[in-house]
Protein backbone atom coordinates (compact mmCIF):
# COMPACT_ATOMS: atom_id res chain seq x y z
CA UNK A 1 0.00 0.00 0.00
CA UNK A 2 2.74 2.46 1.07
CA UNK A 3 4.54 2.41 -2.14
CA UNK A 4 1.49 3.12 -4.32
CA UNK A 5 1.56 6.90 -4.26
CA UNK A 6 5.64 6.96 -4.01
CA UNK A 7 8.14 8.56 -6.46
CA UNK A 8 11.66 9.03 -5.98
CA UNK A 9 12.86 6.21 -3.27
CA UNK A 10 15.69 7.53 -1.84
CA UNK A 11 19.24 5.68 -1.73
CA UNK A 12 19.40 2.37 -1.62
CA UNK A 13 19.99 1.75 2.64
CA UNK A 14 18.46 5.37 3.48
CA UNK A 15 15.51 3.67 4.65
CA UNK A 16 12.57 6.69 4.20
CA UNK A 17 10.03 7.36 2.22
CA UNK A 18 9.83 10.55 -0.33
CA UNK A 19 6.73 12.27 -0.88
CA UNK A 20 6.85 15.05 -3.22
CA UNK A 21 4.14 18.02 -4.78
CA UNK A 22 2.46 17.83 -7.72
CA UNK A 23 1.22 13.95 -7.03
CA UNK A 24 -1.89 12.31 -5.25
CA UNK A 25 0.13 12.61 -1.77
CA UNK A 26 -1.38 11.09 1.19
CA UNK A 27 0.05 9.47 4.40
CA UNK A 28 -1.95 6.02 6.24
CA UNK A 29 -3.62 6.61 9.01
CA UNK A 30 -0.61 5.32 10.71
CA UNK A 31 1.52 7.86 10.18
CA UNK A 32 2.98 8.76 13.40
CA UNK A 33 2.94 12.32 12.53
CA UNK A 34 -0.85 12.27 11.97
CA UNK A 35 -1.05 10.03 15.67
CA UNK A 36 1.32 11.51 18.07
CA UNK A 37 2.73 14.69 16.19
CA UNK A 38 6.11 12.25 16.31
CA UNK A 39 7.95 14.27 13.99
CA UNK A 40 9.27 17.94 12.82
CA UNK A 41 9.14 20.26 10.08
CA UNK A 42 10.98 22.95 8.52
CA UNK A 43 9.57 25.84 5.97
CA UNK A 44 11.94 27.42 3.74
CA UNK A 45 11.71 30.54 1.57
CA UNK A 46 12.71 29.85 -2.04
CA UNK A 47 13.51 32.45 -4.21
CA UNK A 48 15.53 33.21 -7.62
CA UNK A 49 18.53 32.93 -5.84
CA UNK A 50 17.77 29.58 -4.21
CA UNK A 51 16.26 28.60 -0.69
CA UNK A 52 17.19 31.30 2.04
CA UNK A 53 18.76 30.00 5.32
CA UNK A 54 19.36 26.44 4.35
CA UNK A 55 22.32 25.82 5.96
CA UNK A 56 20.82 26.92 9.24
CA UNK A 57 17.55 24.94 8.37
CA UNK A 58 19.36 21.95 7.40
CA UNK A 59 21.07 21.98 11.27
CA UNK A 60 17.90 22.28 12.85
CA UNK A 61 16.20 19.70 10.93
CA UNK A 62 19.14 17.06 11.82
CA UNK A 63 19.20 18.59 15.36
CA UNK A 64 15.69 18.20 16.15
CA UNK A 65 15.49 14.77 14.14
CA UNK A 66 18.78 13.61 16.02
CA UNK A 67 17.10 14.70 19.70
CA UNK A 68 13.55 13.07 18.40
CA UNK A 69 15.67 9.96 17.24
CA UNK A 70 14.42 9.69 14.39
CA UNK A 71 17.08 7.98 11.78
CA UNK A 72 17.45 10.77 9.13
CA UNK A 73 20.91 11.95 8.64
CA UNK A 74 22.79 14.28 6.63
CA UNK A 75 23.02 11.84 3.96
CA UNK A 76 19.16 12.17 3.30
CA UNK A 77 19.01 15.60 4.39
CA UNK A 78 21.27 15.65 1.13
CA UNK A 79 19.56 13.21 -0.52
CA UNK A 80 16.23 15.39 -0.44
CA UNK A 81 17.92 18.30 -1.09
CA UNK A 82 19.36 16.78 -4.46
CA UNK A 83 16.23 15.37 -5.72
CA UNK A 84 14.30 18.74 -4.71
CA UNK A 85 16.68 20.11 -6.97
CA UNK A 86 16.26 18.00 -10.03
CA UNK A 87 12.41 18.99 -9.38
CA UNK A 88 12.91 22.15 -9.75
CA UNK A 89 11.93 22.83 -6.62
CA UNK A 90 14.68 25.07 -5.21
CA UNK A 91 14.72 28.12 -7.68
CA UNK A 92 11.77 29.80 -8.78
CA UNK A 93 10.99 33.02 -10.99
CA UNK A 94 11.87 36.32 -9.62
CA UNK A 95 8.88 37.76 -7.91
CA UNK A 96 7.07 34.37 -7.41
CA UNK A 97 8.85 33.15 -4.08
CA UNK A 98 7.70 29.77 -3.21
CA UNK A 99 7.56 28.77 0.41
CA UNK A 100 8.58 24.43 0.72
CA UNK A 101 7.45 22.93 3.81
CA UNK A 102 9.32 19.70 4.77
CA UNK A 103 7.60 17.59 6.96
CA UNK A 104 9.59 14.68 8.54
CA UNK A 105 7.70 12.27 10.86
CA UNK A 106 8.75 8.67 12.34
CA UNK A 107 6.39 6.69 9.69
CA UNK A 108 4.05 4.22 9.98
CA UNK A 109 3.08 1.61 13.19
CA UNK A 110 4.99 0.80 16.41
CA UNK A 111 2.10 -0.42 18.90
CA UNK A 112 0.80 2.60 21.06
CA UNK A 113 3.34 4.85 21.71
CA UNK A 114 5.86 3.01 22.00
CA UNK A 115 7.75 3.63 18.02
CA UNK A 116 8.80 0.90 15.25
CA UNK A 117 11.71 -1.25 15.83
CA UNK A 118 12.60 -0.25 12.74
CA UNK A 119 11.01 3.05 11.49
CA UNK A 120 11.06 4.36 7.88
CA UNK A 121 10.58 7.97 8.18
CA UNK A 122 8.40 9.86 5.71
CA UNK A 123 9.96 13.04 4.03
CA UNK A 124 6.89 15.19 3.07
CA UNK A 125 7.43 18.00 0.70
CA UNK A 126 4.95 20.53 -0.01
CA UNK A 127 4.99 23.78 -2.06
CA UNK A 128 2.90 26.97 -1.92
CA UNK A 129 2.81 30.41 -2.74
CA UNK A 130 5.51 32.62 -0.93
CA UNK A 131 3.19 35.01 1.17
CA UNK A 132 4.16 39.22 0.69
CA UNK A 133 7.04 40.23 2.55
CA UNK A 134 5.58 43.60 4.44
CA UNK A 135 6.95 46.75 3.27
CA UNK A 136 7.25 49.06 6.53
CA UNK A 137 6.34 48.31 10.22
CA UNK A 138 3.48 46.28 10.62
CA UNK A 139 1.02 45.67 14.01
CA UNK A 140 1.29 42.80 16.70
CA UNK A 141 -1.07 42.27 19.43
CA UNK A 142 -0.87 40.18 22.64
CA UNK A 143 -2.36 36.59 22.70
CA UNK A 144 -3.88 35.77 25.71
CA UNK A 145 -3.17 31.93 24.64
CA UNK A 146 -0.02 30.97 26.41
CA UNK A 147 3.18 28.96 25.17
CA UNK A 148 4.31 25.95 27.06
CA UNK A 149 7.53 24.65 26.34
CA UNK A 150 8.41 21.15 26.92
CA UNK A 151 11.87 21.66 28.40
CA UNK A 152 13.48 18.66 26.97
CA UNK A 153 12.42 19.65 23.43
CA UNK A 154 12.55 23.53 23.93
CA UNK A 155 13.52 24.95 20.01
CA UNK A 156 12.94 21.95 18.26
CA UNK A 157 10.00 22.39 15.48
CA UNK A 158 8.24 19.78 16.34
CA UNK A 159 4.87 19.09 15.05
CA UNK A 160 3.18 19.48 18.39
CA UNK A 161 1.63 23.33 17.35
CA UNK A 162 -1.33 23.50 19.61
CA UNK A 163 -0.30 26.09 21.18
CA UNK A 164 0.63 28.54 18.24
CA UNK A 165 -3.28 27.13 16.45
CA UNK A 166 -5.08 28.29 19.84
CA UNK A 167 -3.26 31.62 20.03
CA UNK A 168 -3.92 32.20 16.51
CA UNK A 169 -7.85 32.56 16.11
CA UNK A 170 -7.48 35.55 18.85
CA UNK A 171 -5.74 37.59 15.56
CA UNK A 172 -8.31 40.29 14.41
CA UNK A 173 -8.41 42.40 11.38
CA UNK A 174 -4.74 43.73 9.85
CA UNK A 175 -2.63 42.44 12.59
CA UNK A 176 0.58 40.78 11.31
CA UNK A 177 1.55 38.55 14.20
CA UNK A 178 0.52 37.63 17.51
CA UNK A 179 2.63 37.68 20.88
CA UNK A 180 2.88 34.99 22.91
CA UNK A 181 2.98 34.71 26.75
CA UNK A 182 4.42 31.64 28.65
CA UNK A 183 2.60 31.06 32.19
CA UNK A 184 5.14 33.51 33.79
CA UNK A 185 4.04 36.37 31.84
CA UNK A 186 7.27 36.84 29.83
CA UNK A 187 6.81 37.53 26.20
CA UNK A 188 8.70 34.46 24.65
CA UNK A 189 7.80 34.70 20.93
CA UNK A 190 5.14 35.39 17.97
CA UNK A 191 2.88 32.70 16.51
CA UNK A 192 5.69 32.12 13.55
CA UNK A 193 8.51 34.35 14.38
CA UNK A 194 11.34 35.05 17.36
CA UNK A 195 11.36 38.83 18.80
CA UNK A 196 14.37 41.18 18.61
CA UNK A 197 14.30 44.13 20.99
CA UNK A 198 16.33 47.11 20.51
CA UNK A 199 17.13 48.10 24.51
CA UNK A 200 17.43 52.13 25.24
CA UNK A 201 21.53 51.55 25.56
CA UNK A 202 21.40 49.98 21.88
CA UNK A 203 21.78 46.95 23.24
CA UNK A 204 19.61 44.01 21.40
CA UNK A 205 17.88 41.26 23.27
CA UNK A 206 16.02 38.37 22.14
CA UNK A 207 14.52 35.51 24.70
CA UNK A 208 16.70 33.22 26.01
CA UNK A 209 16.98 29.73 23.58
CA UNK A 210 15.69 27.41 26.47
CA UNK A 211 12.25 29.66 26.91
CA UNK A 212 11.58 29.22 23.26
CA UNK A 213 9.01 26.98 21.78
CA UNK A 214 11.04 27.26 17.99
CA UNK A 215 13.96 28.68 18.07
CA UNK A 216 14.38 30.35 15.31
CA UNK A 217 16.85 29.74 11.76
CA UNK A 218 17.53 33.92 11.44
CA UNK A 219 17.28 34.17 15.45
CA UNK A 220 20.34 32.46 15.09
CA UNK A 221 22.06 33.67 12.14
CA UNK A 222 20.92 37.45 13.86
CA UNK A 223 23.02 36.42 16.86
CA UNK A 224 26.08 35.15 15.05
CA UNK A 225 26.14 37.87 12.53
CA UNK A 226 25.05 41.04 13.86
CA UNK A 227 28.83 41.05 15.49
CA UNK A 228 30.17 41.83 12.30
CA UNK A 229 27.94 45.10 12.05
CA UNK A 230 29.16 46.27 15.63
CA UNK A 231 26.12 44.76 17.43
CA UNK A 232 25.29 41.83 19.93
CA UNK A 233 22.22 40.36 20.90
CA UNK A 234 22.05 39.09 24.43
CA UNK A 235 19.66 36.72 25.74
CA UNK A 236 16.92 37.91 28.44
CA UNK A 237 13.71 37.29 29.34
CA UNK A 238 10.87 40.22 28.17
CA UNK A 239 8.53 41.80 29.82
CA UNK A 240 5.46 43.56 28.57
CA UNK A 241 6.65 46.91 29.95
CA UNK A 242 9.98 46.06 28.49
CA UNK A 243 8.63 45.72 24.86
CA UNK A 244 6.56 48.60 25.95
CA UNK A 245 9.56 50.99 27.30
CA UNK A 246 12.37 49.87 24.11
CA UNK A 247 13.90 51.70 21.80
CA UNK A 248 12.18 49.18 18.66
CA UNK A 249 10.73 45.77 18.47
CA UNK A 250 10.95 43.81 15.61
CA UNK A 251 9.45 39.90 15.03
CA UNK A 252 12.11 37.27 13.26
CA UNK A 253 11.93 34.86 10.99
CA UNK A 254 13.34 33.15 7.69
CA UNK A 255 10.33 33.34 5.77
CA UNK A 256 10.09 37.51 6.03
CA UNK A 257 13.27 38.31 7.37
CA UNK A 258 13.09 41.23 10.53
CA UNK A 259 9.94 43.21 10.69
CA UNK A 260 9.71 46.04 12.80
CA UNK A 261 6.60 46.31 14.73
CA UNK A 262 4.54 49.86 15.06
CA UNK A 263 2.27 49.06 17.30
CA UNK A 264 1.11 46.32 19.89
CA UNK A 265 -2.55 46.52 20.83
CA UNK A 266 -2.87 49.86 19.57
CA UNK A 267 0.05 51.16 21.70
CA UNK A 268 2.55 52.76 19.57
CA UNK A 269 6.13 51.40 19.90
CA UNK A 270 9.69 52.82 19.53
CA UNK A 271 10.87 52.84 16.14
CA UNK A 272 14.27 53.47 16.16
CA UNK A 273 15.91 53.30 12.59
CA UNK A 274 18.85 51.11 13.66
CA UNK A 275 16.30 48.48 13.11
CA UNK A 276 15.37 49.43 9.67
CA UNK A 277 18.98 49.14 9.10
CA UNK A 278 19.01 45.52 10.22
CA UNK A 279 16.46 44.70 8.36
CA UNK A 280 17.32 46.01 5.33
CA UNK A 281 20.91 44.56 6.11
CA UNK A 282 20.16 41.12 6.64
CA UNK A 283 17.25 40.92 3.61
CA UNK A 284 20.49 41.85 1.71
CA UNK A 285 22.41 39.23 3.17
CA UNK A 286 20.06 36.69 3.44
CA UNK A 287 18.67 37.22 -0.51
CA UNK A 288 14.76 38.72 0.66
CA UNK A 289 13.25 41.46 -0.97
CA UNK A 290 10.61 43.52 0.49
CA UNK A 291 7.40 43.44 -1.22
CA UNK A 292 8.32 39.95 -2.78
CA UNK A 293 5.26 37.67 -3.44
CA UNK B 1 -8.85 15.22 -4.23
CA UNK B 2 -10.84 14.76 -1.07
CA UNK B 3 -14.01 12.85 -2.00
CA UNK B 4 -12.09 9.74 -3.93
CA UNK B 5 -11.27 7.32 -0.50
CA UNK B 6 -14.75 8.93 1.25
CA UNK B 7 -17.20 6.53 2.10
CA UNK B 8 -19.97 7.02 4.36
CA UNK B 9 -20.59 10.75 4.03
CA UNK B 10 -22.27 12.07 7.11
CA UNK B 11 -25.46 13.54 7.52
CA UNK B 12 -26.44 16.51 4.86
CA UNK B 13 -24.81 19.64 6.61
CA UNK B 14 -22.75 17.88 9.52
CA UNK B 15 -20.03 18.73 7.24
CA UNK B 16 -17.35 16.14 8.61
CA UNK B 17 -14.91 13.37 6.16
CA UNK B 18 -15.35 10.11 7.52
CA UNK B 19 -12.82 7.17 7.40
CA UNK B 20 -13.49 4.27 7.95
CA UNK B 21 -11.42 0.75 8.06
CA UNK B 22 -11.05 -1.56 5.22
CA UNK B 23 -10.40 1.33 2.91
CA UNK B 24 -7.21 2.65 1.44
CA UNK B 25 -7.56 5.43 4.22
CA UNK B 26 -4.78 8.32 3.98
CA UNK B 27 -5.06 11.50 4.79
CA UNK B 28 -3.91 14.66 2.77
CA UNK B 29 -0.59 16.54 3.61
CA UNK B 30 -2.20 19.68 4.62
CA UNK B 31 -4.21 17.93 7.20
CA UNK B 32 -4.33 20.32 10.58
CA UNK B 33 -3.63 17.02 12.77
CA UNK B 34 -0.65 15.96 10.39
CA UNK B 35 0.96 19.45 10.20
CA UNK B 36 0.19 20.66 13.59
CA UNK B 37 -1.08 18.15 15.83
CA UNK B 38 -4.51 20.19 15.44
CA UNK B 39 -6.43 17.75 16.71
CA UNK B 40 -8.00 14.30 19.36
CA UNK B 41 -8.65 10.98 19.80
CA UNK B 42 -10.07 8.43 21.54
CA UNK B 43 -8.97 4.76 22.02
CA UNK B 44 -12.31 2.44 22.93
CA UNK B 45 -12.35 -1.33 23.85
CA UNK B 46 -14.88 -3.36 22.12
CA UNK B 47 -16.26 -6.51 23.21
CA UNK B 48 -18.90 -9.05 22.69
CA UNK B 49 -21.14 -7.26 24.83
CA UNK B 50 -20.16 -3.31 22.90
CA UNK B 51 -18.17 -0.68 23.54
CA UNK B 52 -16.44 -0.07 27.32
CA UNK B 53 -17.50 3.08 28.65
CA UNK B 54 -18.79 4.67 25.53
CA UNK B 55 -20.54 7.46 26.90
CA UNK B 56 -17.63 8.52 28.83
CA UNK B 57 -15.68 8.59 25.78
CA UNK B 58 -18.27 10.52 23.95
CA UNK B 59 -18.57 13.00 26.52
CA UNK B 60 -14.81 13.61 26.53
CA UNK B 61 -14.11 13.68 22.83
CA UNK B 62 -17.22 16.25 22.54
CA UNK B 63 -15.74 18.42 25.33
CA UNK B 64 -12.03 18.35 23.94
CA UNK B 65 -13.70 19.38 20.50
CA UNK B 66 -15.35 21.57 22.03
CA UNK B 67 -12.22 23.14 24.09
CA UNK B 68 -10.63 22.82 20.63
CA UNK B 69 -13.33 24.71 19.11
CA UNK B 70 -13.36 21.93 16.93
CA UNK B 71 -16.92 22.12 15.15
CA UNK B 72 -17.74 18.38 15.89
CA UNK B 73 -20.92 18.11 18.13
CA UNK B 74 -23.08 15.42 19.51
CA UNK B 75 -24.89 15.02 16.28
CA UNK B 76 -21.57 14.21 14.55
CA UNK B 77 -21.06 12.13 17.09
CA UNK B 78 -24.31 9.76 17.36
CA UNK B 79 -23.93 9.68 13.34
CA UNK B 80 -20.52 8.25 14.09
CA UNK B 81 -21.78 5.70 16.07
CA UNK B 82 -24.65 5.00 13.87
CA UNK B 83 -22.09 4.47 10.98
CA UNK B 84 -19.96 2.32 13.24
CA UNK B 85 -22.32 0.15 14.68
CA UNK B 86 -24.10 -0.48 10.81
CA UNK B 87 -20.19 -1.61 9.47
CA UNK B 88 -20.24 -4.29 12.74
CA UNK B 89 -17.61 -1.93 14.74
CA UNK B 90 -19.27 -1.47 17.78
CA UNK B 91 -19.41 -5.63 18.47
CA UNK B 92 -16.79 -8.49 18.21
CA UNK B 93 -16.76 -12.16 19.18
CA UNK B 94 -16.26 -12.78 22.56
CA UNK B 95 -12.50 -13.59 23.46
CA UNK B 96 -11.61 -11.30 20.29
CA UNK B 97 -11.55 -7.77 21.74
CA UNK B 98 -10.98 -4.71 19.72
CA UNK B 99 -9.74 -1.39 19.74
CA UNK B 100 -11.63 1.49 17.81
CA UNK B 101 -9.42 4.63 17.62
CA UNK B 102 -11.15 7.58 16.71
CA UNK B 103 -9.25 10.63 15.52
CA UNK B 104 -10.50 13.62 14.74
CA UNK B 105 -8.81 16.53 13.06
CA UNK B 106 -9.63 19.80 11.91
CA UNK B 107 -9.59 18.94 8.66
CA UNK B 108 -7.49 20.43 5.92
CA UNK B 109 -6.38 24.15 5.04
CA UNK B 110 -5.68 27.52 6.69
CA UNK B 111 -2.83 29.59 6.37
CA UNK B 112 -0.58 29.02 8.78
CA UNK B 113 -1.70 28.20 11.99
CA UNK B 114 -4.41 30.25 11.23
CA UNK B 115 -7.75 28.00 11.16
CA UNK B 116 -9.64 27.99 7.76
CA UNK B 117 -12.82 29.86 7.67
CA UNK B 118 -15.36 26.67 7.17
CA UNK B 119 -13.40 23.91 8.70
CA UNK B 120 -14.20 20.72 7.31
CA UNK B 121 -13.19 18.05 10.43
CA UNK B 122 -11.99 14.32 9.67
CA UNK B 123 -13.21 11.39 11.69
CA UNK B 124 -10.54 8.51 11.13
CA UNK B 125 -11.66 5.49 12.31
CA UNK B 126 -9.19 2.78 12.56
CA UNK B 127 -9.43 -0.92 14.27
CA UNK B 128 -7.06 -2.80 15.65
CA UNK B 129 -6.82 -6.05 17.72
CA UNK B 130 -6.96 -5.28 21.67
CA UNK B 131 -4.44 -6.05 23.57
CA UNK B 132 -4.66 -8.86 26.46
CA UNK B 133 -5.61 -7.52 29.80
CA UNK B 134 -2.77 -8.67 32.19
CA UNK B 135 -3.90 -10.86 35.28
CA UNK B 136 -2.61 -10.49 38.61
CA UNK B 137 -0.30 -7.50 38.59
CA UNK B 138 2.76 -5.92 36.36
CA UNK B 139 5.78 -4.15 36.77
CA UNK B 140 6.38 -0.71 36.03
CA UNK B 141 9.27 1.87 35.48
CA UNK B 142 9.48 4.92 36.69
CA UNK B 143 10.60 7.33 33.17
CA UNK B 144 12.83 9.64 33.20
CA UNK B 145 11.24 11.91 30.03
CA UNK B 146 8.47 14.30 31.66
CA UNK B 147 5.64 14.84 31.33
CA UNK B 148 4.19 19.02 30.37
CA UNK B 149 0.87 19.57 31.04
CA UNK B 150 -0.27 22.45 28.72
CA UNK B 151 -2.99 24.34 31.31
CA UNK B 152 -4.99 25.40 28.52
CA UNK B 153 -5.67 22.02 27.52
CA UNK B 154 -5.10 20.16 31.16
CA UNK B 155 -6.77 16.44 30.76
CA UNK B 156 -7.72 16.92 26.93
CA UNK B 157 -6.62 13.93 24.55
CA UNK B 158 -5.15 16.10 21.64
CA UNK B 159 -2.69 14.83 19.42
CA UNK B 160 0.33 16.16 21.08
CA UNK B 161 1.80 13.05 22.59
CA UNK B 162 5.74 13.49 21.96
CA UNK B 163 6.22 13.09 25.65
CA UNK B 164 4.59 10.03 26.31
CA UNK B 165 6.48 9.21 22.57
CA UNK B 166 9.74 9.81 24.04
CA UNK B 167 8.91 8.14 27.71
CA UNK B 168 7.75 4.87 25.98
CA UNK B 169 11.18 4.66 24.27
CA UNK B 170 12.97 3.70 27.93
CA UNK B 171 10.47 0.93 28.73
CA UNK B 172 12.62 -2.31 29.04
CA UNK B 173 11.43 -6.05 28.97
CA UNK B 174 8.41 -6.94 30.76
CA UNK B 175 7.41 -3.69 32.02
CA UNK B 176 3.65 -3.05 31.27
CA UNK B 177 3.51 0.91 32.04
CA UNK B 178 5.98 3.63 32.32
CA UNK B 179 5.32 6.32 35.19
CA UNK B 180 5.90 9.79 34.29
CA UNK B 181 6.90 12.40 36.54
CA UNK B 182 6.44 16.36 35.76
CA UNK B 183 9.33 18.79 36.16
CA UNK B 184 8.61 19.99 39.81
CA UNK B 185 9.02 15.86 40.53
CA UNK B 186 5.63 14.52 41.07
CA UNK B 187 4.09 11.26 39.80
CA UNK B 188 1.49 12.12 37.21
CA UNK B 189 0.25 9.32 34.87
CA UNK B 190 1.09 6.38 32.90
CA UNK B 191 2.19 6.80 29.60
CA UNK B 192 -1.50 5.63 28.21
CA UNK B 193 -3.04 5.32 32.52
CA UNK B 194 -3.94 7.06 35.13
CA UNK B 195 -2.22 6.48 38.63
CA UNK B 196 -4.65 5.10 41.14
CA UNK B 197 -3.42 4.57 44.90
CA UNK B 198 -4.20 2.78 48.16
CA UNK B 199 -2.60 4.89 51.15
CA UNK B 200 -2.03 2.95 54.27
CA UNK B 201 -5.09 4.86 55.91
CA UNK B 202 -7.06 2.85 53.11
CA UNK B 203 -7.76 6.22 51.43
CA UNK B 204 -7.62 6.12 47.62
CA UNK B 205 -5.72 9.07 45.80
CA UNK B 206 -5.35 10.00 41.95
CA UNK B 207 -3.28 13.26 40.70
CA UNK B 208 -5.37 15.75 40.29
CA UNK B 209 -6.70 16.79 36.98
CA UNK B 210 -5.28 20.28 36.51
CA UNK B 211 -1.90 18.20 36.14
CA UNK B 212 -3.22 15.55 33.92
CA UNK B 213 -2.10 15.58 30.07
CA UNK B 214 -5.03 12.87 29.71
CA UNK B 215 -7.86 13.01 31.99
CA UNK B 216 -8.79 8.95 31.54
CA UNK B 217 -12.10 8.02 31.56
CA UNK B 218 -12.06 5.67 33.80
CA UNK B 219 -10.27 7.07 36.43
CA UNK B 220 -13.20 10.05 35.83
CA UNK B 221 -15.81 6.67 36.36
CA UNK B 222 -13.59 5.22 39.52
CA UNK B 223 -14.11 8.96 41.16
CA UNK B 224 -17.64 9.00 40.92
CA UNK B 225 -18.68 4.92 41.24
CA UNK B 226 -16.41 4.36 43.91
CA UNK B 227 -18.66 5.80 46.58
CA UNK B 228 -21.28 3.26 45.48
CA UNK B 229 -18.73 0.93 46.88
CA UNK B 230 -18.52 3.08 50.55
CA UNK B 231 -15.01 3.77 48.64
CA UNK B 232 -13.66 7.63 47.80
CA UNK B 233 -10.72 8.74 45.67
CA UNK B 234 -9.12 12.05 46.56
CA UNK B 235 -7.11 13.88 44.24
CA UNK B 236 -3.44 14.34 45.59
CA UNK B 237 -0.39 15.73 43.92
CA UNK B 238 2.21 12.53 44.28
CA UNK B 239 5.33 12.06 45.32
CA UNK B 240 7.99 8.93 44.39
CA UNK B 241 7.95 7.71 48.74
CA UNK B 242 4.21 8.09 48.49
CA UNK B 243 4.17 5.59 45.79
CA UNK B 244 6.25 3.61 47.64
CA UNK B 245 4.77 3.51 50.87
CA UNK B 246 1.61 3.11 49.58
CA UNK B 247 -0.84 0.11 50.14
CA UNK B 248 -1.03 -0.30 46.63
CA UNK B 249 -0.31 1.22 42.98
CA UNK B 250 -2.94 0.72 40.06
CA UNK B 251 -2.54 2.03 36.57
CA UNK B 252 -6.17 2.75 35.05
CA UNK B 253 -7.25 2.86 31.98
CA UNK B 254 -10.46 1.92 29.60
CA UNK B 255 -8.94 -0.35 27.47
CA UNK B 256 -7.28 -2.61 30.32
CA UNK B 257 -9.07 -1.74 33.36
CA UNK B 258 -7.31 -1.57 36.59
CA UNK B 259 -4.21 -3.12 37.28
CA UNK B 260 -1.93 -3.46 40.39
CA UNK B 261 1.46 -2.42 40.37
CA UNK B 262 3.46 -5.34 41.67
CA UNK B 263 6.90 -3.35 41.85
CA UNK B 264 8.36 -0.26 40.36
CA UNK B 265 11.94 -0.03 38.65
CA UNK B 266 12.37 -3.46 40.86
CA UNK B 267 11.31 -2.06 44.17
CA UNK B 268 8.64 -4.48 45.57
CA UNK B 269 4.98 -2.20 45.57
CA UNK B 270 2.23 -2.80 48.52
CA UNK B 271 -0.12 -5.32 47.96
CA UNK B 272 -3.48 -4.93 49.91
CA UNK B 273 -6.09 -6.92 48.43
CA UNK B 274 -8.50 -4.00 48.24
CA UNK B 275 -7.33 -2.69 45.11
CA UNK B 276 -7.70 -6.60 43.75
CA UNK B 277 -11.28 -6.19 44.81
CA UNK B 278 -11.59 -2.96 43.01
CA UNK B 279 -10.10 -4.52 40.03
CA UNK B 280 -12.43 -6.83 39.64
CA UNK B 281 -15.45 -5.49 40.54
CA UNK B 282 -14.50 -2.94 37.86
CA UNK B 283 -14.24 -5.04 34.96
CA UNK B 284 -16.99 -6.23 36.05
CA UNK B 285 -19.15 -3.33 35.71
CA UNK B 286 -17.91 -1.64 32.39
CA UNK B 287 -17.29 -5.29 30.90
CA UNK B 288 -13.60 -6.42 31.21
CA UNK B 289 -12.85 -10.13 31.23
CA UNK B 290 -9.06 -10.36 32.95
CA UNK B 291 -7.08 -12.11 30.03
CA UNK B 292 -9.42 -11.50 26.86
CA UNK B 293 -7.42 -10.87 23.89
Known amino acids: MAGKKLQGIGLPGS ?100 RPEKPRPRVLTARLQAPPIPQGSVKAQLCRYPVQVAPHRAGLKTLEKLDQVMASRELRGDVFEGLMPDSAGHIVEGTRSNLLLLLSDRHLVTPPSRSLAVQGTLRDWLIRELPTRGLRVRESALTLSMLKRAQGVAVVNSVFGVVPLAELDGVTLGQHPLLEDIRDWCAQQIGLAAGTT
Not at 42 to 69: C, D, F, I, K
Not at 77 to 98: M, P, V, Y
Request: aromatic share 8%; glycine share 12%.
Open 15 to 114: GCEWFWPGEDCRVPLDDRGLAYADGLFETLRVNHQGPVLMAEHRARLLHSAHQLEIPFGPTDFDEWQQQASQRGLLKCRAGNDQILKITLTRGSGGRGYG
